[in-house]
């Protein structure tokens, strides 16, 4: 390393300083003034998923899909697009839902619940045999799926093979309400609805019969204690404790003595290791905190001593009569407690420590110390909703009915679970008519009653829409003898069939590393909390609605799960691993270590083409030669900074395990730049379809400014030859077909009824492709730059780079190529597609100032001037630039139903789009009168809702331009962002904004379920 001191620039001799003035006051002597520079080496700890930005996007068919679900109504598909530029490139791979892989499926019908459980006596007893040790994986395996049925149950062995358990200690002859580990794995336990069974692997070491007055109809376990709930409500304490002998352990029961005033409807166990579950004694200054705030509430403040005789009567009258207080007395000033003190304190917190929650009819939620059941947290009115769960803290309102809410909802389950790392993320679940809550825990410090938890819940925004479609109305008797219409829902329609309710919310961990809830039901969800801490939600609605769940560690199914679908079948699935469940969508990213460009999914082979490109160092010119072009070198200086060229090239990509097929690699010349890519379907008379797909790249050849720009059109087929040894991806090819040089650069290219249309130059062509030959068919001038087209059927959009869209028709009959209609004021046009919507069909473009715009041809309109000019129908902008589109069709089946829809709905399509910033986003037509209600909740809720930062969505939303226009803007287009707020509201306010606009929240809930439904895709 180099040092910088005062002798790279000083004189060396001093004789050369002639003045005495500067020797006397620098010295004779150089001084090293130099520093020596600390080098740091860094290394990469963790890194965050970005897939922006997203260039190009398309869709193609998932390469793991499995038999279970290929035959659906609707096709399963993903999506891929480009991501990252240089040595970050790479193609993410995008799926919004879960689908699982399926190990094997069993036809079992009858089952209402299940749970595995694992046993180390059985580990032991395989351990002998194969006088081998057993490793600790071993021990994690479950070793039992018992089953429960409407008055039976089953319980099966799942070694090697999965056979049913003839003898043992497992109870057969009634239905399972619970059953689990107990004692760090070495019990299994299993409850029925008057009876436990405790069990050492396959032998019953205890029976006890439950003469508790009615059946249990739910439990919960926190090792080692277990919590049973009656029908009555009445709840029951199970606690595993040594026995009297020393060799074993057994249970006790205890029953609560709790306020009897409102009904229990459900519980939940739970064990805390995070900590911040504690209570602790009040510290002498929060007690007089507290009595200074008890007093001030209760007791009228003393006026003070200041003259108002002289105050004003106008004061008089805009303030009130009453005397002003100037002074607050502070609270007197305390000594702290010692630190010694507090650090006992929090180290005592680090033990594991045993809640209980309890959710009673009158909606109050109360958390309960175990096992001395000492009240720590209350909270009223819970069903409603609120942002913030506050410690009401008053134990003598426990069980009372009189605070209960007239809009009071029924809490149907909850669930206490810690997760992400070391489990300190602690959420609250609840299900609240089909409908769930997640609250998430908070350390707050501040209380006012001794013992109890120091913690506030926070509700969590999330996008889970879960209320099943009302299938059909009943008739219910009165009391006065008539009849009352009733509604009934396709989730209680299932659950009247069975005397219990199953369980909804289960926990599950290390399912394919993730811990995590699943939530079954008509619209299952998964949420996962890895050790980044955030919470992820991702839908599995490939199955349709799923009745039970259970996480599942076999030789055969590895960290895996089991769950019954509405056929009655048990699947047996792992959760695919090539794919990352740590993102608000599952994904997958390849790197290629170089530029992506473009991507294209040829179908017949179910491959990828895709167009990089990488940067060399530039050390040529070009030089023209008669009628050729060259390269000529040129010798520069050492400290000439080269330009760089960008050499692109094309590859084919096999979605089995994302590797570049070997030999299929084509590279284009220094200064030919690709332009499009894309798989056409072009006519041919070899197939059944009389088409077939080939792909097509248009390329344009940059080389300096002296030089004419022109262009290239290359068409390659798709074939499969015989692999090679070894190497079974090389079974596709790419085989040029037609290559020729244009007269102009080859900006844009589609297809058009089996012709390929390209945009060269400033003209558009249309091509037939015969003869591995284009034979011209007609053609049309154009503006400036066409960079974008698309079709459908006979009709073309193509848009200029600076002066808007263009609507095309060609006709087959007459070879022309007309132009329709167009944009009436310049645009600068980054994508274009198509919207269809049953027979009307609209025309959306993204532009240079981030915004959406939907045109629509209607020549009947006056100011379109007989159909000249495309008419603006809607404008948005959503603050990211749009490069490209997807357009596909509805899905047509109701998860919760799975009924197939009918109607316009077959012929809508919905419009996905990836920007430049790496989000994603879709656009779905509408029906009016479903988008005029929710016209009206949008502007409730712009009005209603506090903005986030003080920024008014509707100004957000608002089209914006850097030029000066003089039309106004249309609007016409929902913000779904803004409309899916209204789900995390309370009940309170959901009714109230309903009651605004004149509806009700059930067709609210409906209308943005059926938006959610129609585009759950991918």
């Not at 998923?49 to 035959?71: D, K, R, T, V, Y």
């Not at 396959?202 to 080692?224: F, N, R, T």
């Not at 650090?343 to 809640?355: L, N, V």
């Not at 606009?997 to 991918?1018: C, K, R």
């Amino acid at each position: 390393m180099r040092s910088d001191d005062a002798s790279d620039w000083m004189a060396s001799d001093t004789k050369f300083l002639d003045d005495p003035d500067e020797l006397e006051v620098y010295g004779k002597q150089v001084q090293k003034t130099g520093t020596q520079l600390t080098s740091y080496s860094f290394e990469i700890c963790d890194s965050l998923l970005n897939i922006g930005p997203c260039g190009n996007m398309i869709m193609g068919e998932p390469a793991f899909l499995s038999e279970e679900f290929q035959g659906n109504v609707d096709p399963d598909l993903e999506l891929v697009t480009t991501s990252g530029y240089g040595k970050n490139g790479a193609l993410s791979v995008l799926q919004r839902t879960i689908r699982p892989q399926v190990v094997t499926t069993f036809n079992l019908p009858g089952c209402l619940d299940m749970w595995t459980v694992k046993s180390l006596k059985e580990a032991k007893a395989d351990e002998k045999s194969e006088e081998s040790e057993a490793s600790p994986e071993d021990k994690d395996r479950h070793a039992f799926l018992i089953l429960s049925k409407q008055d039976s149950s089953m319980v099966l062995q799942t070694g090697q093979e999965i056979t049913e358990v003839a003898a043992g200690g497992f109870s057969t002859q009634a239905p399972t309400i619970f059953a689990s580990n107990m004692g760090d794995d070495r019990y299994i336990v299993q409850v029925m609805n008057k009876s436990i069974c405790l069990m050492e692997g396959v032998e019953q070491i205890q029976h006890m019969v439950l003469d508790v007055g009615s059946p249990i109809k739910q439990c919960s376990l926190a090792d080692p204690y277990l919590l049973l709930l009656t029908e009555n409500g009445d709840p029951i304490l199970m606690t595993l404790k040594p026995d009297q002998q020393g060799s074993g352990h057994r249970l006790h029961m205890t029953k609560p003595t709790l306020s009897q005033k409102s009904k229990i409807v459900a519980l939940c166990a739970y064990n805390d290791t995070s900590g911040m579950f504690y209570t602790a004694s009040l510290s002498a200054k929060e007690k007089i905190n507290a009595n200074a705030t008890e007093k001030s509430s209760s007791s009228k403040t003393e006026p003070s001593s200041l003259n108002t005789s002289n105050v004003d009567d106008e004061d008089e009258l805009l303030y009130g009569s009453s005397e002003p207080v100037a002074f607050i007395p502070a609270a007197p000033e305390v000594e702290t407690s010692s630190k010694s003190e507090e650090d006992s304190e929090k180290s005592s917190h680090q033990e594991t420590t045993y809640w209980c929650v309890f959710c009673r009819e009158n909606g109050q939620l109360e958390m309960y110390s175990l096992p001395d059941m000492v009240l720590a947290f209350l909270v009223k009115n819970f069903p409603m909703g609120s942002k913030v769960l506050v410690d009401s803290g008053s134990a003598f309102m426990t069980g009372d009915q009189s605070q209960q809410h007239e809009m009071l909802q029924q809490v149907q389950e909850v669930l206490l679970v810690g997760l992400g790392h070391d489990r300190k993320k602690i959420y609250m679940l609840a299900l609240v008519e089909d409908d769930i809550m997640i609250y998430e825990a908070f350390p707050y410090n501040t209380v006012t009653q001794e013992h109890h938890l120091r913690v506030r819940f926070r509700k969590i925004p999330h996008k889970i829409l879960m209320k099943p479609k009302k299938t059909r109305t009943s008739k219910k008797p009165t009391a006065e003898g008539g009849t009352k219409p009733e509604t009934e829902t396709e989730a209680e329609s299932d659950t009247k069939t069975t005397s219990r309710r199953v369980n909804r919310l289960r926990e599950f961990h290390n399912v394919q590393t993730y811990s995590g809830v699943f939530i079954s039901g008509s619209h299952p969800y998964w949420l996962f909390v890895t050790s980044r801490g955030a919470l992820r939600t991702h839908p599995m609605p490939v199955d349709g609605a799923i009745s039970c769940f259970a996480s599942f560690h076999n030789v055969n199914c590895p960290n895996g799960f089991l769950y019954f679908n509405r056929k009655e079948e048990l699947r047996i699935c792992v959760l695919p691993s090539h794919l990352s469940y740590d993102a608000p969508w599952p994904v997958r990213k390849v790197p290629l270590r170089c530029t992506p460009h473009f991507v294209a999914y040829h179908v017949e082979t179910k491959t990828y083409a895709v167009v990089t490109s990488v940067q060399e160092t530039k050390t040529h010119v070009w030089k023209v030669t008669g009628e050729e072009i060259g390269e000529e070198p040129v010798e520069r200086d050492d400290r000439f900074v080269p330009t760089t060229k960008v050499v692109f090239s094309i590859q084919l990509f096999s979605p089995v395990s994302w590797d570049a097929i070997p030999n299929t690699r084509i590279e284009y010349e220094a200064a030919e730049n690709v332009t499009c890519l894309k798989v056409v379907n072009l006519s041919c008379e070899g197939t059944m379809t009389g088409k077939k797909g080939y792909v097509v790249v248009a390329t344009t050849h940059v080389y300096s400014e002296d030089l004419q720009t022109r262009g290239s059109v290359y068409i390659y087929d798709c074939i499969e030859v015989v692999p090679e040894p070894g190497q079974p991806l090389t079974k596709n090819k790419l085989k040029p077909l037609y290559e020729k040089r244009q007269k102009g650069p080859v900006s844009a290219l589609c297809e058009v009824m089996g012709f390929l249309l390209t945009c060269i130059g400033q003209k558009v062509y249309m091509w037939q492709f015969k003869d591995n030959d284009l034979i011209g068919l007609a053609f049309i001038d154009t503006q400036i730059y066409i960079h974008n087209a698309v079709s459908v059927k006979q009709f073309i959009l193509i848009t200029d780079v600076m002066k808007g869209a263009y609507f095309l028709q060609y006709q087959a009959q007459d070879r022309t190529l007309s132009l329709v209609s167009r944009d009436a004021r310049p645009l600068e046009i980054f994508g274009c597609e198509f919207m269809v919507d049953d027979k009307q069909m609209a025309f959306l473009v993204s532009d240079a100032d981030k915004n959406l715009i939907v045109f629509h041809y209607h020549p009947e309109a006056p100011e379109s001037h007989g159909g000249a000019y495309l008419l603006r129908r809607g404008d948005m902008n959503i603050g990211s630039a749009v490069n490209t589109f997807v357009r596909v069709r509805c899905r047509l089946t109701d998860p919760s139903t799975e009924q197939v829809l009918s109607g316009p709905v077959l012929r809508r399509q919905v419009v996905f789009f990836a920007t430049l910033d790496g989000s994603l986003g879709l656009l779905l037509p509408m029906v009016e009168k479903t988008y005029r209600r929710l016209l009206m909740l949008q502007n409730v809720l712009t009005n209603g809702l506090p903005h986030v930062g003080g920024l008014n969505p509707k100004s957000y939303r608002h089209v914006k331009s850097h030029m000066r226009n003089l039309n106004n803007p249309h609007r016409n287009i929902l913000d779904g962002d803004l409309l899916l707020k209204y789900c995390h509201l309370s009940v309170v306010e959901r009714n109230e904004f309903a009651k605004k606009i004149g509806t009700s929240v059930d067709q609210i809930i409906s209308d943005l379920m059926l938006a959610e439904n129609l585009t759950m895709h991918f």
